[in-house]
């Protein structure tokens, strides 16, 4: 019997279990975690957490509490390939990993998966703009990144399927997933406050701020509030999107009332963060401290430590994959999930200095 590796018990189990349905070892209603746990020589408690993996996924369906659950597998057979469209928020050269892995998943569940013309910063999000591309574009299926809640609210209007990764998709009749990161930010904010800091500011896109900020930055100024920091414009500045305009908004904002802790959204923005700290002599953490509340593969390498929000891309892939069977088979699923996170202490957040450095300009 193979040995689990107890640092990840839960998703080899999944893994194993997945791979077991594909070959059609079980049918109709999947076996109870007592059977399987003695099976694989594993603990109840690991069993269960890979079956609500596959549940999340949609290869299970849950019965009720103390009932079996349905196997939801689709057949093969009866699958029939889609052209699935990409539509991504940046280009591919710039953007993340797993939307290229999520592509050669698909392509390999059978479909022909590809990225979109444009990307939604190159169609400055405009619901019109988006609207002649879809129009334009010979496509089955659309899976779209990180969009606002105009475009999104768009696309669940129309006849063809679509899946929101990331995004402003809550209550939107529209399949979803993304990271449950409201928990994690509120860990991270109040870290900072617990270390002495009230000069928080987070960036992050205005996608996710305006009109209306979204659920994550609600949760970040709520946390201020509770910490008794009153928020405003400076906690959260505004600024274009592009590497020029971010460089000049931190230039303001260090240059009369400088911020002792930065929440940068994404890792592109920790790092432009971490480089404007570095040439203008301030220190991280003794002057600065950082979070990024995304991970990053690079992360693992950076010395000290970086203080982040942790969460996996797997899942979602995984989810998606089983949404475009489902859709293959003219099945509904507009199922909406989220992945855990969790806010990772790193060696780039420290007590706030007593008296601030002086800025170099």
Same mark, same amino acid.
């Given at each position: ?118 990307t939604l910063i190159e169609l400055d999000m405009n619901v019109s703009r988006i609207r002649r591309m879809v129009e334009k574009t010979e ?25 929101? !990764?990331?995004?402003?998709? %809550?209550?939107? +009749?529209?399949? /979803?997933?993304?990271? #449950?990161?409201? @928990?994690?930010? =509120? &860990? $991270? ?60 908004? !931190?230039?303001?904002?260090? %240059?009369?009332? +400088?911020?002792? /802790?930065?929440?940068? #959204?994404?890792? @592109?923005?920790? =790092? &432009? $963060? ?88």
């Amino acid at each position: 019997m193979k040995a689990w590796d107890r640092s990840n018990t839960a998703e080899q189990i999944a893994n194993h279990l997945r791979e077991e349905l594909m070959r059609g070892r079980w049918t109709g209603m999947m076996p109870g975690q007592f059977r399987l746990a003695e099976e694989l020589r594993a603990s109840r408690n690991a069993v269960e957490a890979a079956l609500r993996l596959l549940e999340h996924e949609g290869v299970l369906v849950s019965q009720g509490l103390g009932r079996k659950r349905l196997i939801a597998s689709p057949d093969p057979k009866k699958a029939r390939p889609m052209r699935i469209a990409i539509l991504d928020y940046e280009p591919v050269p710039v953007t993340e990993g797993y939307t290229v892995e999520l592509q050669y998943m698909l392509i390999e569940a059978g479909h022909v998966a590809f990225f979109a013309p444009k990307t939604l910063i190159e169609l400055d999000m405009n619901v019109s703009r988006i609207r002649r591309m879809v129009e334009k574009t010979e496509a089955d299926a659309w899976i779209v990144c990180s969009a606002s809640r105009e475009v999104l609210t768009w696309f669940a209007a129309q006849p063809l399927p679509a899946f929101a !990764l990331f995004g402003r998709r %809550r209550g939107l +009749p529209i399949a /979803a997933a993304g990271p #449950d990161k409201i @928990p994690a930010t =509120v &860990a $991270a904010t109040r870290a900072l406050a617990e270390l002495g800091h009230q000069r928080i500011v987070m960036l992050i896109r205005r996608a996710t701020r305006l009109p209306k900020p979204g659920v994550v930055v609600r949760a970040f100024l709520d946390e201020l509030k509770a910490q008794g920091i009153t928020p405003g414009p400076y906690n959260l500045p505004d600024w274009e999107e592009n590497p020029k305009a971010l460089h000049k908004r !931190l230039e303001l904002l260090f %240059r009369i009332t +400088p911020p002792t /802790a930065l929440i940068a #959204d994404e890792a @592109p923005f920790y =790092v &432009a $963060a971490l480089q404007f700290c570095t040439s203008r002599g301030l220190r991280v953490p003794q002057d600065v401290s950082l979070i990024c509340a995304d991970p990053s593969p690079a992360f693992e390498w950076s010395r000290p430590t970086v203080a982040h929000i942790l969460w996996e891309t797997r899942p979602l892939v995984r989810r998606i994959v089983r949404w475009a069977a489902n859709v293959s088979q003219k099945k509904p699923d507009l199922r909406q999930t989220l992945t855990q996170a969790e806010f990772i202490t790193g060696g780039t957040i420290g007590p706030v200095a007593r008296a601030g450095r002086n800025f170099k300009r």
